[in-house]
């Protein structure tokens, strides 16, 4: 799906993924099942949904952060980067890929750091420990990195705790310990979250300079689709470990086609509309061991019918005038049920 351009190999290629956490007794957790996308070299892909639906999992799959009993990844998956598979492959070589060519920012900068241990050090330790520079020379990159990510003063960053700092600058040397090695990918979960709506520009700011400086892909994951509307190239909407709708920021954003999309963004409070009514997605979503038959999202639907209780739809996807785009939902077929009463909505 969402196919580069022409004669251009992708630079990220997920097919079919599946993850699943089994235990003894217990019916197996279909975390993820089925995701399938690509990701091209400069380009941002947001990754969106509620907390639950798979989003963060995917992620950490790419890497194979998620490679151990309970959790096991299908065999019949595939994760190409730069052309080489993923799936299968050694620690020895995913540890020569994590970091130097793939980074990630991890969720919650307060845990992700190591509270007994210098920022400085820290980020000094993600290139001296590959063994190409010094621990003196890694120091000086490093304070260079703290500069690059717009500390107003690296020298005294270098010398922080994390307690000492706020929670914008530790996301900040997060980054600088991501981008370290210069990696060709970096993933970015959840990148903003906690963080208020001036510093969560300045993050946004950052990630889209390192971008244009050194063209690295962006894989974000968001439940902010203010944050992702910004600095996204496409979007693919995750609900219950599945894709239900991708396409171009611009079309999924301003003509959604999933229910669940729609909801979603009915859901976003505007400066025009404080005070209003805003919609509201009726029940949660629900656990990976105990999804409904047919579409997972009905019982959550207002467009439902019977059809969406006992047939699982595709990801119906194909070229518009707006790019490649595509929805998992029979609406694809019957576009007359969305006449119906909608979203009810509460009071913001």
Not at 16 to 42: H, P, W
Not at 137 to 151: M, P, Y
Not at 249 to 278: C, K, M, N, W
């Amino acid at each position: 799906m969402n196919a580069p351009a022409r004669g251009v190999a992708p630079l990220l290629e997920v097919r079919d993924l599946r993850v699943r956490f089994e235990s003894a007794g217990e019916t197996a957790a279909r975390a993820v099942e089925g995701v399938s996308f690509t990701l091209a070299r400069g380009e941002t892909l947001g990754l969106v949904g509620e907390s639950g639906c798979g989003k963060s999992l995917t992620a950490l799959s790419i890497p194979r952060l998620v490679d151990e009993p309970p959790a096991q990844t299908s065999a019949d998956s595939s994760i190409l980067f730069r052309g080489e598979e993923l799936v299968g492959a050694s620690q020895q070589r995913l540890r020569q890929l994590r970091g130097a060519e793939i980074g990630f920012v991890f969720q919650e900068p307060m845990t992700s750091l190591n509270p007994v241990h210098r920022v400085g050090d820290q980020v000094a330790e993600a290139l001296w420990t590959r063994g190409e520079v010094s621990r003196k020379q890694a120091k000086t990159i490093a304070l260079e990195l703290l500069d690059r990510v717009e500390f107003r003063d690296p020298r005294r960053a270098m010398r922080a705790y994390p307690h000492e700092l706020s929670g914008g600058m530790r996301q900040r040397a997060l980054i600088a310990m991501a981008v370290a090695c210069e990696p060709s990918l970096l993933i970015a979960d959840e990148p903003t979250t906690a963080l208020d709506v001036t510093v969560q520009a300045q993050i946004l700011e950052l990630l889209a300079s390192l971008q244009a400086d050194t063209g690295l892909a962006l894989l974000l994951i968001s439940h902010d689709l203010a944050v992702v509307s910004q600095v996204a190239d496409r979007v693919a909407v995750m609900y219950a470990g599945r894709i239900v709708e991708t396409g171009t920021a611009r079309q999924v954003f301003g003509s959604p086609r999933h229910p669940y999309t729609e909801g979603l963004l009915r859901a976003v409070p505007t400066i025009d509309g404080a005070g209003g009514s805003l919609a509201m997605i009726p029940g949660r979503v629900p656990r990976p061991d105990a999804w409904p038959s047919g579409c997972t999202f009905h019982p959550r639907c207002p467009y439902a019918w019977d059809r969406c209780e006992t047939d699982e739809p595709d990801l119906r996807e194909g070229a518009t005038s707006s790019g490649w785009v595509g929805a998992r939902c029979w609406l694809e077929d019957e576009p007359a049920k969305r006449s119906g009463t909608g979203y009810a909505e509460v009071d913001s």
